[in-house]
């Protein structure tokens, strides 16, 4: 029997980054949580914050264990995403 790859199988097997599943990540801006989601990997800190809702002068930072994680991404910042990935939009000047 043979295999049946879907498009979008066949773009991650030519397209590095691009992904089968979607990659679901959430940021936490101003207080709520917005759920995101990406079809590749990596994507930048200006992606992250445009997804997400937050305005691009906010800092933004990886949530490990729901600890900060890392400083600042900057908006040019590629960032390697996986799925259940958090992260946290804060004011300019909160995050170091």
Known sequence: ?????TDKEMAGATHPGVHVQPINIVVEVNGR?????FDF?????RQIREAAGAPLT????RLIHGKPSGGNIG???RVEIH???HFLALPTGTVS
Do not use: I, K, Q, W
């Open 1 to 5: 029997m043979e295999n049946a790859y």
């Open 33 to 37: 949580n917005h759920h995101v989601r």
């Open 41 to 45: 990997s990596p994507v930048t800190g």
């Open 58 to 61: 906010d800092d933004l930072t």
């Open 75 to 77: 908006l040019d910042d």
């Open 83 to 85: 799925n259940g990935d």
